[in-house]
């Protein structure tokens, strides 16, 4: 099982960016699935995070202005940022939790990371 995450780049205060991640392999279900930030210095943090029955929880510095949102059928969880603050600086990680097979205990996988850089 792979994740693999893009989307991102440098955007000016007030901007915009769409991040999408992507799994692949030998997928059975995907419990939760959610986007992680770490700037740098920083400890890792909880951003959004998505359940499979498409309830959502924000980290409160981004509420209403992050929007996470999943496609079960392609195995796809995207962020939506607007908005965007100098403070949103950081490298971007999705992850998920997966089980490859039906009697398989889940496991949580991470993306690579994208860097996402808000600044004039």
């Known amino acids: 099982v792979q994740l693999q995450a893009f989307g991102g780049g440098l955007v000016q205060p007030g901007g915009s960016l769409r991040l999408s991640c992507a799994a692949s392999?030998?997928?059975?279900?995907?419990?939760?699935m959610g986007w992680y930030r770490q700037a740098p210095g920083k400890q890792r943090e909880l951003v959004a995070g998505?359940?499979?029955?498409?309830?959502?929880n924000y980290l409160d510095s981004v509420k209403g202005r992050f929007t996470i949102s999943r496609d079960n059928a392609k195995n796809t969880v995207h962020l939506q940022m607007n908005t965007l603050k100098p403070e949103d600086t950081a490298v971007y990680y999705c992850?998920?939790?997966?089980?490859?097979?039906?009697?398989?205990?889940?496991?949580?996988?991470w993306g690579q990371g994208t860097q996402v850089t808000v600044s004039s």
């Open positions: 992850n998920a939790d997966i089980r490859p097979r039906a009697h398989a205990y889940p496991s949580v996988y």
């Open positions: 998505i359940t499979a029955g498409g309830s959502t």
């Open positions: 392999g030998i997928i059975f279900s995907i419990n939760d």
